[in-house]
Nanobody, 122 residues
Framework: QVALVESGGGQVQAGGSLTLSCTTS????????MAWFRQVPGKERESVAA????????WYTDSVKGRFTISRDVAANMMTLQMNNLLPEGTALYYC???????????????WGQGNKVTVSS
C-alpha cells in the first residue's frame, strides 16, 4: 500500500487557477500511474485526469480538456494538476490516486490521498 499526500487546492473565483500536488510519503513511487479524481457530496466520484509515471500516456475527462494539465516530476516524486479557467462546477473534493500495477489509465486505482477541497465561486 502506498501512502499519498496531497497539497494545494483552496478557493478561487470562476476563471481563476489552482494547483494540486501529490507525492508519496514512503519513498519514490514505483507503480504504473497516478491520477486525480473529484467528488461532490451526493454524487459519484469522477475521474479527472491520469498520467503514466513514464509520462508516455495521459488522459483527461472531456470537461477539463484544454483547461487542466496533469504532469509528473520523477526526480521530485511529485504529480501535479494545474487547473486553469476553473468553473463553479469544478467545486469538489479532489483526490490523488495511484495504480501500482499496470491496468490502464481509465481502470481501477489502488491507493488514495486524503482529499483536498477546491471551491470555485461564480
Amino acid at each position: 500500500q502506498v501512502a499519498l499526500v496531497e497539497s494545494g487546492g483552496g478557493q478561487v473565483q470562476a476563471g481563476g487557477s489552482l494547483t494540486l500536488s501529490c507525492t508519496t510519503s514512503d519513498g519514490p513511487f514505483k507503480g504504473y500511474a497516478m491520477a486525480w479524481f473529484r467528488q461532490v457530496p451526493g454524487k459519484e466520484r469522477e475521474s479527472v485526469a491520469a498520467i503514466a509515471w513514464t509520462g508516455i500516456s495521459i488522459w483527461y475527462t472531456d470537461s477539463v480538456k484544454g483547461r487542466f494539465t496533469i504532469s509528473r516530476d520523477v526526480a521530485a516524486n511529485m504529480m501535479t494538476l494545474q487547473m486553469n479557467n476553473l468553473l463553479p462546477e469544478g467545486t469538489a473534493l479532489y483526490y490523488c490516486a495511484d495504480q501500482t500495477l499496470h491496468r490502464g489509465l481509465i481502470f481501477e486505482y489502488d491507493d488514495w490521498g486524503q482529499g483536498n477541497k477546491v471551491t470555485v465561486s461564480s
